[in-house]
Each structure stands twice: as C-alpha cells, then as structure tokens.
C-alpha cells in the first residue's frame, strides 16, 4: 500500500524555522520525484517545491527561493523540508505527494497525498 506521512508542522513566530518530513512506503521513491504543496486557508493547494528522483532538477515556488530547502533520503524513504524565515503568508496544511521520476509543470501529475501536517506562522 502507498503511503505518505507528513509530520512536524506547528506554530512558530515569523522568522522562525520548521523541518518537515514525509515518510514513504509501499512503493520504489528512487524512481519517483516527490514535491511539497501548500494549501492556505481558502486558497487552491499549490506546488511549493519539489525534487526528481535522481535529485536533479528541483523546483521552488518563486515566494519560498532562498528560504526553504527540499532534500530528500531514498535511504531512509524520506522527504523533507527546511523552512527558514517563516512568514505569516507561509501558513497553511502541508502536503506531500509522489510524480513519476521528473518534477511536472504546475500543480498536475501527482499523485498518493498524504494526509497533511498544518503550519502556523504567528506572532
């Protein structure tokens, strides 16, 4: 069975930093890119990052470039997510998902979500 499990959301005050995580099973993630989404509060989730399989090339959303970092540990199956200087307009549920080996174009071509972890950004 395909699973992705988000965890290590929170609160945090702007400026902050948080590391998420996205723990794979059931599945092959060495031949699949896996991407990061964020769904604020009455806005369409959107691809926020995301990373190829052989780790090349990945993909940030202009507003995250220079603050959050994508890796990933096809050893230990697991996704990450490095969020440095949080912003309150970073708040919003964080989702993780699976697209066969290359990053697609846009928010379309993926596929097995978790459930999601909620990021908090206030003071």
């Known amino acids: 069975q395909v699973q992705l499990v988000e965890s290590g959301g929170g609160l945090v005050q702007p400026g902050g930093s948080l590391r998420l995580s996205c723990a794979t099973s059931?599945?092959?993630?060495?031949?699949?890119?896996l991407g990061w989404f964020r769904q604020a509060p009455g806005n369409e989730r959107e691809v926020i990052s995301c990373?190829?399989?052989?780790?090349?090339?990945?993909y940030y959303l202009d507003s995250v470039k220079g603050r959050f970092t994508i890796s990933r540990d096809n050893v230990q199956r697991t996704l990450y997510l490095q969020m440095n200087s949080l912003k309150p307009e970073d708040t919003g549920v964080y989702y993780c998902?699976?697209?066969?080996?290359?990053?697609?174009?846009?928010?379309?071509?993926?596929?097995?979500w978790g459930q999601g972890t909620q990021v908090t950004v206030s003071s």
């Open positions: 998902a699976r697209a066969w080996q290359r990053c697609p174009d846009g928010n379309r071509g993926y596929g097995a």
């Open positions: 990373i190829a399989n052989d780790d090349i090339p990945t």
């Open positions: 059931g599945f092959n993630v060495d031949l699949w890119a």
